[in-house]
């Protein structure tokens, strides 16, 4: 779009009134086509969709590193070590044979050999294109489909067994560069001839990741197939039919578990004699809470920053005894709750969640929390301590200090901490009625807790206080549009994309802070599918780095 | 390198006479590893034994003043103080590092993160989440693993997936085994070929599964012309990777050669979920962890599953309780007061005990296997190392090292060595020449050092005289 055309049309909104039209939406670069390795729970997520099948991965493949925020960010850098293979070849196996034994082939397998001993080329070919459709996200090509025919035709014929034949041959698909890697296939752009733009099928692919977690389904890759995601109007009845699929929920889901960290979870500690009512059950109950809670505060089409202020949320039994709540549930079931407001739960910061992963097996944490809140939801860097620090200024043994606050008064005062300690710990001291586990007290050492709190230089009191400002700070809501455009395009936000986000974050005070509008405004946009230019020269330090001495 | 190989010829020609003149198979993985000085071999086969490398981690590092008496200058003779008494039976078995510099210029001090990746890379990480280049067990494993059935085996006692000490760069690092129970499936399960079963019966599956991967992957290539540079090069190491699965594949279908070190231990039983998941993990349940785990990584070795091996006792953050005490290790080593009278913090100075116990039992499985006329660990070289020196105040210069293990005649043991300020990358470029890795130098910047600690190293041009092997 032209410069005049854009300044006419701003005129033109101007003129009209202001809710019925928007900026457009800026013009970026974009950043190369590339691959991300499907994370372990897209992983169990593509299995269970294609196949039905429950397999369990987690902490089994190489872990992706945490990239500017992100474990999506991170899975466009991960690499396979010979490790890693050999354990998504075990998940191969038990997939494929699960697939094919008896219980599942009648209905997973759209054929019956002529002779179940022998190979069956046209049923391993029905088999093979069809599954090999969905795993690789696109038709099969000739060659690949050959392949996979014959080999499944080889190993039948080695087993005598038309089934072993398929196992083989499917376990080979699923460890495939095709099936584990996500990539950004590209064709040239019909507009502008000099340009590469993702295929349909990777259009397809981005969509279904970001709003599902999973693969595409049988429409999308037939309105992918039709041409229909390059075009506005249709791409926006897709992206509102996949909203309003359950599936959506698993794609929140996704999103919140990474926002927050919550892979944390899987190696929390707490000591049971400090803690006796912090069990597994409560843990893993706490990690559900959080989500439910988003997730039900979003679905409502609530302001996101109320998520920061909300007392409503879920229980179950397990949570109740550590929230010291009665609640009327006699099974393991979930309930939903509204906190008193003299029961100062204000918001998902103040729940057993994440007042337990930052904070110590035996302990709290005001450090740790406060640089939680910085980082995970104002997405700000609070720097790493120094290496060099004398903690004998804390440490002293005949100390009279009784309460965290007075323990980290000497961070503040020493001038080299002052710096850090001042973004981290008022914050994080507004916290302390909130013990190691998350539960509630009044005192530390039988001195009364004084839970006030500062943020950038504005005080509050107590964790109500802590929730208003949280919710009223700008930085909270442009952290969550900037993480998601982050998870979405795989990527960490660059300085090419800063006027996206700006424009994404308006759109969001605009819908009054909805987040499903925010996602869907993600996936609608321009930005979201823009590629450059795929990257040609030779990435030579990434070469040396595998070089081996052989 | 010739005359050995002659030796070995002569050996087992005279076993051959000994077995009758039967075939004698020799088996491909030990071939291909590197010869032991000593000539010494498989008593069942004549076939050399292999050197194999381990590391060891633990966090945290040592007491200053309680683990090791200080030396000025290289000696023979350790002096083993109350943390690492354990260690003083494998005096012999042992060298230490003490007094290495880990020059960093200009980079920060991560703190508990700086220390590890500097002394196994060789060059000071950009930032707290950088591998900046292969650690060095890697290089070894690349020179010497070549068609073991693990490439590398990783595990680590305090059920942290991401606490492997073992990367070949920030983006490749594989998920450490957690759980002793999936460790013996993996190792000993139904792919095992045990050696010293009589009865062989290659699955002909095996080979056509080994053949449909193959051709899998060689079609995936066509499909690779479409991608990007960079992802190419993550593909090349993707493609390598390919070829440790079908390394184990063809294993299969060979028949190992016998084996009197290999004893396929007791099967180890996943707990009850409710004990495997428990919400807390503290030293008693490291130590027992540790303890399973040790068994089955030397029997791994034993049974020449793999050659190079990474166990991480505790992990680089210490997050390991005592029953009871609201500090963890890592806490404790900050915020624990000094005893005035004891001159340490007491009960970190125990965490720290713990990790040199874990050494020592650690040391104490592979030095029970007996093999050839020695025992495992003589034929293993085995580096353990922390990730600081003084954690209370996160020194990096003179982290504690240890070498043990003869390396099959390449070291010579006994020594507390000292550093003298040189960089800790000597210890490393140490190993990979006593491993036969062809390396000259190793490390960047200030940590860039061509200088292998000479004073621990046999000349391999020279060995010591071959010992009569007694036939057992």
């Not at chain 1, 590339?34 to 897209?42: G, H, I, V």
């Not at chain 1, 499917?170 to 752009?189: G, I």
């Not at chain 2, 354990?86 to 290495?100: C, M, R, S, V």
Request: proline letters at 5%; hydrophobic letters at 40%; a negative charge.
């Amino acid at each position: 779009m032209s410069m005049k055309l854009t300044r006419l049309i701003s005129v033109c909104c101007a003129a009209l009134a202001l809710t019925a039209c928007e900026d457009p939406e800026p013009k970026l670069k974009g950043a190369p086509p590339d691959m991300r390795r499907l994370t372990e729970t897209q992983y169990e997520n593509v299995i269970s969709d294609v196949f039905g099948i429950d397999v369990d991965v987690a902490g089994r493949f190489d872990p992706l590193r945490r990239t500017s925020g992100l474990v999506a960010v991170g899975a466009r850098e991960a690499r396979i070590t010979p490790t890693g293979f050999e354990r998504f070849y075990n998940a191969a196996k038990t997939v494929s044979e699960r697939v094919t034994d008896a219980e599942h082939r009648a209905t997973l397998i759209p054929c019956t050999p002529a002779d179940a001993a022998k190979a069956d080329d046209a049923c391993a070919r029905a088999f093979m294109t069809q599954t090999g459709r969905l795993l690789f996200r696109r038709p099969l090509t000739t060659a690949e489909a050959d392949y996979f025919v014959k080999a499944a035709g080889e190993a039948a014929g080695a087993n005598g067994d038309f089934y072993r034949g398929l196992t083989t041959s499917l376990a080979s698909m699923l460890v495939t560069p095709q099936f584990l890697f996500v990539a950004d296939t590209t064709e040239a752009d019909p507009a502008d001839k000099s340009a590469e733009r993702l295929d349909a099928y990777a259009r397809a692919s981005r969509l279904s990741f970001f709003l599902w977690n999973t693969t595409p389904d049988e429409t999308l890759m037939a309105a992918a197939e039709k041409g229909e995601l390059n075009d506005s109007a249709s791409l926006a009845r897709h992206v509102d039919r996949m909203m309003a699929s359950p599936r959506a929920e698993v794609g929140m889901r996704a999103f919140f578990n990474d926002f927050l960290a919550l892979e944390d979870f899987d190696t929390l500690e707490k000591d049971p004699l400090i803690y006796p009512t912090f069990t597994l059950e409560v843990a893993e109950n706490a990690r559900e809470q959080i989500v439910k809670t988003i997730i039900d505060h979003v679905s409502r089409g609530e302001d996101y920053r109320d998520i920061f202020t909300t007392r409503k949320t879920f229980l179950t039994r397990a949570l109740a005894r550590v929230y010291r709540v009665p609640i009327d549930r006699t099974d393991n079931g979930w309930i939903s709750y509204e906190f008193a407001a003299d029961q100062n739960r204000y918001g998902i910061q103040s729940q057993i969640a994440l007042m337990a992963l930052y904070a110590y097996p035996g302990r709290s944490s005001a450090v740790r929390r406060g640089r939680a809140v910085r980082e995970l939801l104002m997405c700000q860097k609070v720097p790493d301590p120094p290496g060099d620090v004398d903690f004998s200024l804390f440490t002293d043994p005949n100390s009279p200090s009784k309460t965290a606050r007075e323990r980290l008064t000497a961070h503040i005062n020493a001038p080299a901490c002052a710096g850090c300690h001042k973004i981290t710990d008022p914050i994080g001291l507004s916290f302390e009625n909130f013990d190691g586990a998350g539960q509630y007290r009044l005192t530390e050492n039988e001195a009364h807790i004084d839970s006030g709190g500062d943020l950038n230089g504005a005080p509050y009191t107590g964790p109500e206080g802590l929730a208003q400002a949280l919710r009223n700070d700008p930085a909270t809501a442009s952290c969550v549009v900037n993480r998601l455009y982050s998870y979405a395009v795989g990527r960490s936000v660059e300085q090419d994309d800063t006027a996206v986000v700006n424009f994404l974050d308006k759109g969001f005070a605009a819908s009054k802070y909805k987040f499903v509008e925010l996602m869907r405004k993600v996936a609608l946009s321009d930005a979201f599918f823009t590629v450059s230019k795929p990257n040609t020269t030779a990435a030579a330090s990434g070469e040396m780095a595998v070089a081996t001495a052989h | 390198m010739t005359v050995l190989l002659t030796k070995v010829r002569e050996r087992r020609s005279v076993l051959k006479g000994v077995l009758g003149g039967s075939a004698v198979t020799v088996a491909l993985p030990f071939l291909d590893g590197d010869l032991n000085v000593n000539g010494t071999a498989l008593a069942a086969t004549g076939a050399a034994l292999p050197v194999r490398f381990g590391t060891f981690y633990w966090g945290m590092g040592h007491t200053p003043g309680h683990a090791i008496t200080e030396k000025s200058e290289t000696s023979k003779g350790i002096g083993f103080l109350a943390e690492t008494e354990a260690l003083k039976p494998f005096e012999d078995d042992l060298n230490f590092f003490g007094a290495y510099a880990m020059p960093l210029d200009g980079r920060s001090n991560y703190t508990h993160y700086t220390g590890w990746v500097a002394s196994r890379t060789g060059t000071a990480p950009a930032h707290n989440n950088d591998i900046p280049a292969p650690t060095f067990d890697l290089l070894i494993a690349d020179a010497i693993a070549g068609n073991s059935r693990f490439f590398t085996l990783n595990a680590n006692a305090v059920g942290m997936p991401r606490a492997n000490y073992s990367a070949r760069s920030t983006a490749s690092r594989a998920a450490a085994e957690i759980s002793a129970a999936a460790l013996y499936q993996r190792l000993f399960g139904p792919e095992f070929v045990d050696p010293n079963n009589s009865e062989f019966k290659p699955d002909p599956r095996v080979m056509v599964q080994k053949s449909v991967l193959s051709g899998a992957i060689e079609q995936s290539r066509d499909y690779i012309k479409t991608l990007g540079a960079a992802d190419k090069s993550r593909l090349d190491e993707y493609f390598t990777s390919v070829r440790q699965v079908e390394n184990q594949l063809a294993l299969q279908l060979q028949k190992p050669p016998p084996n009197d070190a290999c004893l396929v231990p007791p099967a180890v039983t996943e707990k009850p979920m409710e004990e495997v998941k428990r919400i807390a993990r503290d030293m008693d349940e490291v130590i027992e962890t540790h303890g399973v785990m040790a068994k089955l990584f030397a029997m791994a070795v034993a049974c020449n599953q793999t050659k190079v091996f990474n166990m991480a006792f505790t992990d680089d953050f210490a997050n390991v309780r005592r029953v009871g005490e609201t500090y963890t290790h890592h806490l404790l080593t900050h915020e624990e007061p000094l005893d005035q009278k004891l001159g340490y913090q007491p009960l970190t100075f125990w965490f720290n005990k713990c990790g040199s116990d874990g050494f020592a039992a650690f040391l104490k499985e592979f030095k029970s296997i007996r093999e050839g006329d020695g025992t495992l660990l003589d034929n293993c070289l085995i580096h353990a190392g922390s990730e600081t020196n003084y954690a209370r105040v996160h020194t990096i210069d003179g982290v504690p090292f240890w070498l043990a293990g003869k390396a099959g005649g390449r070291m010579k043991t006994g020594y507390h060595v000292v550093g003298g300020a040189d960089p800790v990358t000597r210890i490393g470029l140490t190993a990979m020449t006593a491993m036969g890795v062809p390396v000259e130098s190793w490390g960047t910047k200030s940590l860039k050092t061509t200088k292998p600690i000479t004073e621990v190293l046999n000349d391999r041009a020279t060995p010591p005289p071959v010992k009569t092997e007694s036939q057992g």
